[in-house]
């Protein structure tokens, strides 16, 4: 069974810098995972994903450059630091991973490729 628990956000002003935590349980070395966010009145998008295993990453344009996404398969975690925060990076932020299998590379990025999602942590960045 997979599990997937968020940690670390907050808010902050432009500029600034968060780091989002997952403590990841249940997925695959086969397993991409990813994070997603969702802004009041919009769908939730990607914003960045890596393969479990090659390590692999994909970013959403609007943040490369700015967040990178990790992972530590001994500690089973998956981490986003997100560097030059901006009051548009506001929004609910989800762990996600696949069903068991996603390509290498490049990794997903779709919200229809993941199937199993965290309880979300929230990330306000004020001007």
């Known amino acids: 069974q997979v599990q997937l628990v968020e940690s670390g956000g907050g808010s902050v002003q432009a500029g600034g810098s968060l780091r989002l935590s997952c403590a990841a349980s249940?997925?695959?070395?086969?397993?991409?995972m990813g994070w997603f966010r969702q802004a009041p009145g919009q769908e939730r998008e990607g914003v960045a994903t890596?393969?479990?295993?090659?390590?692999?990453?994909s970013y959403a344009d609007s943040v490369r450059g700015r967040f990178t996404i990790s992972r530590d398969n001994v500690k089973n975690m998956v981490y986003l630091q997100m560097n030059s925060l901006k009051p548009e990076d506001t929004a609910v932020y989800y762990c996600?991973?696949?069903?068991?299998?996603?390509?290498?590379?490049?990794?997903?990025?779709?919200?229809?490729?993941?199937?199993?999602w965290g309880q979300g942590t929230q990330v306000t960045v004020s001007s």
């Open positions: 890596i393969h479990a295993a090659i390590g692999s990453s």
């Open positions: 996600a991973t696949t069903r068991g299998y996603c390509r290498t590379s490049p990794p997903p990025i779709s919200r229809g490729d993941f199937g199993y």
């Open positions: 249940g997925y695959t070395y086969n397993d991409c």
